[in-house]
């Protein structure tokens, strides 16, 4: 079976995930999907605050300079990830990049939206010698949409059963929601942003640990304290919960500038870092749970995936607030939970390449699918 490399940076800003996957078939549906291996490499600390300052404030030199070193680093995860799957870059058809997510504009009634990733495709291209599709999300948005979540259509063609109606909730740095009706892939599913995923419980350890922690690992902070009403209230307060979809979010509405000032005011009144901590667990969770509430039929089941999924204290919260739906890791249908979004591009790739528009309307509202991509050669 062909094979595809899917490349991801997510809104954690953690590091960068490969996938290589193999797809059967030329039609848009592979007739056989599997992942051949995955692997994931970390950012240095010096590196992760320089993009961490580039998606917040950087300018144009900073952004074109940023732009050109994560095409590097891509390349050489890139090349590390095949030395460590025994491949060369003649056994990869392309490699789809969804790139670094630096500023994200989704439309309104009153402006066209506008969405900007980095990681030069070019470079990759270069020093790899694979072909590589990126920049999926603008031709959506060129389109009126969202240019989010386009994962979802992995999840539409690979994931949906004829029997059970299925939500797979994606908990990276934001959260997303893919609603698959009862009747696979030749039904019609809905998709979209949650609200925060992991990105303010991430960023909350960091700064209550004084450095020490990049996240609350598994979740045992929020676990020794108690989630405050009020203090849950001053996020879910936020209008994007009552936006109906399609819409999305990120690190532009529910980001660290945002949470400093919230930190310093709820100190300030003296409540303590394993209560703040357990708060914000639970805006991730109480956020799923209302975003159900936008889904026009019953969910039988929920998948977690993601970085969030491996947090034990916010996988309960989720269990807790959508009971009585049974809560699972994605493993449980036979795919690595960390891996899906890299594959979902290593798909995107191979749709661009075959010529099947991979827009996903349902989720984005876009005008209509697309041929999302943009292809550089070997």
Known sequence: MPLYAGLMSGTSLDGIDVAFVRFEGRDERPTEAGLASFHSYAYDAAFRDRLRRACESGGPEELCRVDFELGRRFAAALARALAEAGLSASDVAAAGCAGQTVWHDPPTANHPGSTLQLGEGAVIAEETGITVVEDFRVRDVAAGGHGAPISAYFDHLLLASPERARGILNLGGMGNLTALPAGGADSTPVAFDTGPGVVLVDAAAQRLSGGR??????????????ALPDAVEDWLDDPFFSQAPPRTTGRERFGPTRLEAWLEERLARGDGSGDLLA?????????????????????????????????????????????P??????????????????????????????GHPAGVPWATGARGPRLLGKTVPA
């Open 279 to 323: 708060s914000l667990t639970e805006v991730t969770a109480a956020a799923a749970a209302k975003a159900l509430e936008w889904v026009p039929f019953e969910v039988d089941e929920l998948y977690l995936c993601g970085g969030g999924a491996r947090n034990p204290e916010l996988a309960r919260r989720i269990a807790a607030r959508v009971a």
């Open 325 to 354: 739906r049974p809560v699972s890791p994605l493993e449980a249908l036979g795919w690595d939970g960390d891996a899906r979004e890299a594959a979902a591009f290593a798909l995107l790739a191979r749709q661009h390449l075959l």
């Open 213 to 226: 922690l990049r996240f609350d690992e598994d979740g045992r902070l929020a676990a020794a304290g108690a």
